[in-house]
């Protein structure tokens, strides 16, 4: 399909006196070999990520489990002691 919408393109150029146009994919392919030539390091944003003493961020750490507590090896209890102590207690009569 690429291929196709080059040819017309190219067709459609000649016809109208502009061949410089039909070296766009040349172009393109050109600027994207020589963008490979530029320095790594050059300066975007912010400080040189080289520079020891360029101030950035704190980073903190959250625990993701900090809230467990392990449940392993639980002796059981005698269930009626439990049930006793969860049971509603008893009214008294006035």
Request: glycine fraction near 6%.
């Amino acid at each position: 399909m690429p291929t196709l919408s080059g040819a017309k393109f190219a067709a459609a150029s000649a016809v109208r006196g502009r061949h410089f146009l039909c070296h766009w994919p040349l172009l393109a392919a050109l600027a994207l070999a020589l963008s490979g030539c530029t320095p790594a390091t050059t300066q975007v944003a912010g400080a040189d990520p080289a520079d020891p003493s360029a101030k950035v961020a704190h980073v903190g750490y959250h625990s993701t489990i900090a809230p467990y507590t392990s449940l392993r090896p639980a002796a059981p209890a005698p269930w009626r002691d439990r049930n006793d102590a969860v049971a509603p207690r008893p009214k008294q009569d006035r």
